[in-house]
């Protein structure tokens, strides 16, 4: 039986990246333990059968795609003075389903609030963050710290467009060092135009974004950018469309560290291409979180990891004081 240590007695030897999926969210509230978006739609009732047949018309079971499909489609149509009624319709049922569906899984802000400051503790403890879950539980915890603790956070936004030279972010005039945060499939806080121009949204100290949010995608005039369902080659080409994806993609994830944090993430083969492309960052030491004692999480780690060529695993339970939303001892 593998040893799973408690966090505070590993810590010290892995302080550069750290990598979150979705088991870090259902950590702070079961809502999130849904296997996918779309599924839940369909289980809250909130796919008819009109809208469950767009989803099939292409193939996919990702609001992102056929919201930006479907817009750009009834913008196409009315540049050409062609009747656009069907696709507008279309249009607004897929994205009140979508609306519906994350007001369902999101917890709100209130609720989230108990758990931000243990997670902001724990992620200030690394160079890089980099977030799988496209819920508001990071940047809620980036906000709520900016005011009460000295570490700063750095999401690469300035003025809601992502720099080209994030790097030379990692150093802050206030505080020296600062931890970098980044999100490979997208978040609920990132956008896209009609003119393919990405921006991310804010709305002062972050606790009504999400209302914020739902109400830019009601106007209809930018639609959710992050990938969340689909296939390892879905996500790939999903990833390749967008800008910020990319370039997360191909210049962070390949620079986390020789030492790697990952909690509540599976390693399932629909994330593969994130697991490969860690490989380029020559990773050598990895912590993987283990929630009771599951040792499907044990295997898997041990599966892929040293194909990427990490020497050295080692495993810490996920509830132990100090990591993510449980608080240190001597809080």
């Known amino acids: 039986m593998v040893e799973i240590y408690q966090w505070n007695d ?55 795609l056929v919201l930006r499909r479907l817009w750009q489609a009834k913008v196409v ?15 607004t049922l897929v994205r009140k389903a979508l609306i519906s569906t994350v007001h369902d899984v999101h917890i709100s802000h209130e609720d989230a609030k108990p758990h931000l400051p243990p997670i902001y503790r724990f992620m200030s403890g690394f ?5 799988l879950n496209y819920d508001l539980l990071v940047y809620w915890s980036i906000m709520m710290g900016k005011d009460e603790f000295p570490k700063h956070f750095k999401d690469c936004f300035n003025n809601g467009q992502f720099i080209d030279d994030w790097e030379e972010w990692r150093v802050s005039l206030e505080s020296g060092r600062t931890t970098l945060v980044f999100y490979p499939h997208g978040s609920l806080a990132l956008t896209r135009g ?3 121009q990405e921006s991310k949204l804010s709305a002062g100290q972050g606790h009504d974004l999400l209302t914020k949010i739902v109400t830019v995608w009601e106007q209809g005039k930018r639609v959710p950018l992050f990938v969340c369902e689909g296939t390892r080659e879905h996500k790939l080409k999903a990833i390749g469309g967008s800008a910020y994806l990319q370039r997360v993609y191909s210049e962070v994830l390949p620079k986390v560290g020789e030492s790697l944090v990952i909690y509540g993430w599976g390693m399932g083969d629909q994330d593969m291409h ?4 860690l490989k380029q960052a020559k990773c050598k030491r990895v912590a ?43 809080a």
């Open 288 to 330: 993987v979180s283990v929630h009771n004692g599951n040792q499907n999480t044990v295997r898997q780690a041990e599966h892929h990891l040293p194909s990427i060529g990490v020497e050295e695993v080692v495993f810490f339970d996920a509830e132990s004081p100090g990591c993510w939303n449980n608080p240190a001892a001597d």
């Open 77 to 91: 149509n009315e540049k050409l003075g062609i009747e656009a009624s069907r696709l507008e319709e279309s249009y």
């Open 194 to 196: 009609v003119d393919e």
């Open 274 to 277: 994130i697991l490969q492309r």
């Open 10 to 64: 590993i810590k010290e030897g892995f302080k550069h990246g750290l990598l979150l999926g979705n088991g870090a969210s259902v950590a702070v509230h079961k809502r999130f333990a849904y296997p996918s978006l779309y599924a839940e739609a369909r289980a809250n009732n909130h796919l008819t059968e009109q809208v469950t047949g767009i989803f099939d018309a292409f193939g996919v079971q990702d609001f992102e």
């Open 127 to 131: 160079e890089t963050v980099v977030s």
